[in-house]
């Protein structure tokens, strides 16, 4: 891992593997959309609505895996004190953010059809609106206090907030067994056992692997923004000293 | 209750949004690299 903290090192692998992540990604989720779409069967009790789990699924699983990538990158940067990791905390944010966006709007969309309501204050729903609120939050706070301007990064204030709002995780995983809510059951298990068609499956795994391909092309570019924006301001900087 | 209406509504979202932010990240990598290289020619 710290052969990667020269940024020259990192951004030598890191260009060249942005574009093979983004096509790769956008094939994956072209083509499980349409499986999702036109393939797989109907619900037996949902009908057609259930078709949404494509998307919801995956941008569900990056909002709440691009915060255990922001804490995760916090841990490192305050413990190794990488440099690169707290631009990588800074630059999952903003995907992040789309995602739990995306997770909010497609489950109020599949709401309507299935429960009869667009929302419903239930543990599930209320914790990634909450999520929502600490990624706007997280972004606020690593634009307003950046420690070290020679290397860009989030200040040691946001990787403890980045801690912190970790907590809200296991609360998002548990909220549909530890309280009554509208929102399904885990259906899916990584153990085995799934609740789900392999027919209904297959697509689901397309667009999990390639939207999580895409996020990490979308982190790549915004690290590499973000290296490039603090070398610019540096030499500014070195430039007005004369 | 015709469901594809909220089926199409739910992908066009996701779509717009993943595209805007395919944009945006582009955009603003690629203009920073090119100011930064710039600036180290300059020097």
């Not at chain 2, 066009?12 to 090119?34: D, H, N, P, Q």
Request: net charge positive; charged share 15%.
């Amino acid at each position: 891992m710290h052969a990667l903290a020269n940024p020259r090192r990192f951004l030598g692998i890191a260009r060249p593997l942005t574009p093979w992540l983004f096509w790769s990604g956008v094939a994956l989720i072209v083509l499980g959309s349409l499986g999702g779409l036109f393939i797989a069967p109907a619900d037996y009790l949902q009908g057609d609505s259930f078709r949404i789990i494509y998307i919801h699924v995956p941008a569900a699983w990056l909002c709440t895996g691009g915060w255990t990538g922001m804490a995760v990158a916090a841990i490192v940067q305050l413990v190794w004190r990488h440099p690169l990791a707290a631009i990588a905390g800074r630059a999952i944010a903003a995907p992040g953010t789309l995602f739990t966006a995306i997770a909010l709007a497609s489950g109020s969309i599949w709401g309507r059809p299935t429960w009869g309501t667009w929302w419903e204050w239930d543990g599930r729903m209320t914790s990634v609106l909450i999520l929502f609120f600490l990624y706007l939050g997280y972004m606020a706070l690593a634009r307003a206090s950046v420690d070290n301007e020679e290397s860009g990064g989030a200040s040691k204030v946001t990787a403890l907030y980045a801690l912190v709002g970790a907590i809200n995780l296991p609360i998002i995983h548990y909220s549909v067994t530890w309280w009554n809510s509208l929102h399904q059951g885990p259906s899916i298990s990584l153990t085995g056992g799934s609740e789900i068609a392999s027919s209904m499956l297959w697509p689901l795994g397309l667009t999990v692997i390639g939207f999580s391909l895409w996020f990490s092309a979308i982190v790549l570019l915004r690290m590499r923004a973000i290296l490039a924006e603090t070398r610019i301001e540096a030499r500014q900087r070195r430039m007005a000293r004369g | 209750m015709n469901p594809w209406p909220f089926v199409t509504a739910a992908y066009a979202v996701t779509f717009i949004g993943t595209l805007l932010t395919s944009l945006w990240a582009w955009r603003t990598a690629k203009s920073a690299e090119a100011r930064a290289d710039a600036l180290r020619e300059r020097d």
